[in-house]
C-alpha cells in the first residue's frame, strides 16, 4: 500500500467518526448525557408572593442653610458617609463634612465680638471689685459725719448754755455753733443718702454688667452656629447619590447640594392587593401579639442570595388605581469590602408564610424548562436493572421560591431524579446517560 491510498483510508475513517458524532448528538440518537438532583420535600406555611423594589431607609436631599461660595467639596456621587458610625466624637456628633463654604467674613465678625465681649467681662469683674470698695468708703464718711454731727451738737449746747446764763459766750458764738451743728446734720444726711444709694443700686449694677457679658456671649454662640452652617455635614451613615455643586460655585439659601440615602437597614416596598391585606394584617398582628416578627423571604436574582426580613409596616391606604396598600420589609444589608451588598432600585421576590403549614415538594431551579405555554421537567426513569435509563415529562406549576430551590406543584414525587443539566433538548422517553447525581439540601 502507497502513501496515497493510506492517506486516503485515514481520510475515510476520520469522516465516518464524525458522521458518527453528528448522528449520536442529533435527538433521538443514542443516550444523552445528563446531571440528575433529587426531589426533596420540606414543610412550609403556604406563601404569597410579590415583585417588590429595594428603597433606602432613609434618603435625604440636603440643602444648604446659607448663601455662600463654595470652597472645597469633600465627598462625591458613590462614597460612603458617616455619621453615628464614626470613631471620631466630633463627626459622630454633627456628621461628616461634604462641602465647606467659604466663612471668611463671618471669622472677622466672630472676632470682633469675642473682644467686645472680653471688654465687658472686664467691666463686670471691675464693678464686682469697686462697689464694695466704694460702700465702704460710704460707710465711714457716713460714721465721720455722724461723730462731727455729735461734737457739733454737744459745742452748740454748750454755747447757749452759756449764753442762757449771760457769761462766757456771745450772741455770735452761739449762731456759729448752731451754724456748724446743722451743716453737720446735713453733710450726714448727704451721707446716708449716698450710702444707701450704693446698697441700693448694687444688684442692679452687677445684674446690667452681668447681662451685657451673657448678651455678648449668646451673640458668639450665634455667630459661631451660622458658621457650622457654613459647613454642609452627613446627616446619617450612609451613602452620597448625588451631587449638585462645585468649587466656586455661589449656592443659595435653601438651594439643594447633596442626596444622601442610608442603606442599612435597608427595606423592600411591594403591594399587596386589597383581597390579600386582610390576611397579611392577622398574621402581622398575631405576630406582634406573641412578641415576634412576621419573617419574610427576600430573594435578589440580581445578587444571588436569599435573606430573611420581616414586615415592618402595612401603610393603611390603597394606592386608588390598583386598590394596593403598600408593605415594607426591613432587612440586614450584608457588607462587602467595596461597600452594602445590596442596592437601592434592585427588584426582590418577597414570600411571606402567612397560611398553614403543608409539606411542599422542591426541585432545582435549572430543573424547568421554559417555552411555550407550560413549565416542564424532565424525570430519569430506572430500567429492569434499577439504573437511569430513560426520561418522561411531567408538567408542573411552580410556587415560592428559596435560594436555587423552587417548589413545584404536579406529577412528581419525592426522591423522583430530575434532569438539570442536559435538559434542554430531551424528549419524552429518550435514552440518557446520567454522569452526576447532585446530592444537595434545601439549605444549600
Do not use: C
Request: charged share 25%; proline share 4%.
Amino acid at each position: 500500500m502507497n502513501l496515497s491510498q493510506r492517506l486516503l483510508l485515514v481520510f475515510l475513517f476520520a469522516s465516518l467518526f464524525d458522521n458518527v458524532q453528528k448522528l449520536r448528538a442529533q435527538p433521538g440518537r443514542g443516550p444523552s448525557t445528563v446531571v440528575v438532583s433529587r426531589v426533596i420535600s420540606s414543610k412550609m406555611a403556604s406563601s404569597m408572593d410579590f415583585i417588590g423594589t429595594v428603597t433606602p431607609i432613609q434618603n435625604s436631599i440636603i440643602g444648604s442653610a446659607v448663601d455662600g461660595r463654595v470652597e472645597s467639596v469633600l465627598a462625591d456621587e458613590g462614597d460612603p458617609v458617616f455619621k453615628a458610625g464614626s470613631k471620631d466624637p466630633l463627626i459622630a456628633k454633627m456628621g461628616q463634612p461634604l462641602m465647606q463654604m467659604r466663612t471668611g467674613t463671618l471669622q472677622i465678625e466672630i472676632d470682633a465680638a469675642e473682644i467686645l465681649l472680653n471688654t465687658r467681662k472686664d467691666a463686670l469683674d471691675e464693678l464686682k471689685t469697686s462697689l464694695p470698695s466704694d460702700i465702704e468708703q460710704a460707710t465711714a464718711t457716713v460714721e465721720d459725719y455722724q461723730a462731727r454731727l455729735e461734737y457739733s451738737k454737744s459745742y452748740y449746747e454748750r454755747m447757749q448754755s452759756l449764753f442762757g446764763n449771760g457769761g462766757g459766750s456771745s450772741a455770735n458764738e452761739r449762731d456759729e455753733a448752731f451754724s456748724k451743728y446743722r451743716s453737720a446734720e446735713a453733710s450726714l444726711k448727704a451721707a446716708q443718702s449716698a450710702l444707701q444709694k450704693l446698697h441700693g443700686t448694687k444688684a442692679k449694677r452687677l445684674s446690667q454688667a452681668a447681662f451685657a457679658v451673657a448678651t455678648q456671649e449668646a451673640e458668639i454662640r450665634r455667630l459661631q452656629d451660622v458658621k457650622t452652617k457654613y459647613t454642609i455635614r452627613a446627616p446619617f451613615d450612609g451613602y452620597v447619590v448625588s451631587r449638585m455643586a462645585n468649587v466656586g460655585q455661589w449656592v443659595s439659601r435653601g438651594e439643594d447640594v447633596f442626596q444622601v440615602v442610608q442603606l442599612d437597614p435597608i427595606e423592600v416596598a411591594f403591594k399587596v392587593p386589597q383581597s390579600s391585606v386582610q390576611r397579611l394584617q392577622e398574621a402581622f398582628d398575631s405576630a406582634k401579639t406573641s412578641d415576634e416578627t412576621l419573617p419574610a423571604r427576600i430573594w435578589i436574582e440580581s445578587i444571588g442570595q436569599l435573606i430573611i426580613g420581616e414586615v415592618h409596616k402595612i401603610v393603611p391606604s390603597a394606592d386608588l388605581r390598583s386598590r394596593s396598600f403598600p408593605v415594607k420589609i426591613r432587612l440586614k444589608n450584608p457588607t462587602t469590602p467595596t461597600g452594602h451588598l445590596i442596592k437601592a432600585g434592585m427588584l426582590a421576590n418577597v414570600s411571606l408564610s402567612i397560611g398553614k403549614v403543608k409539606e411542599s415538594l422542591f426541585v432545582e431551579k435549572d430543573a424547568l424548562v421554559l417555552g411555550g405555554d407550560q413549565i416542564r421537567v424532565f424525570v430519569a426513569t430506572a430500567n429492569a436493572e434499577g439504573e437511569l435509563s430513560t426520561v418522561r415529562r411531567v408538567n408542573v406549576d411552580v410556587g415560592a421560591a428559596i435560594k436555587n430551590w423552587i417548589e413545584v406543584r404536579g406529577g412528581l414525587a419525592k426522591d423522583d431524579f430530575v434532569v438539570v443539566e442536559g435538559n434542554e433538548r430531551l424528549r419524552p422517553g429518550q435514552e440518557v446517560l446520567v454522569t452526576e447525581t447532585k446530592n444537595t439540601k434545601l439549605d444549600d
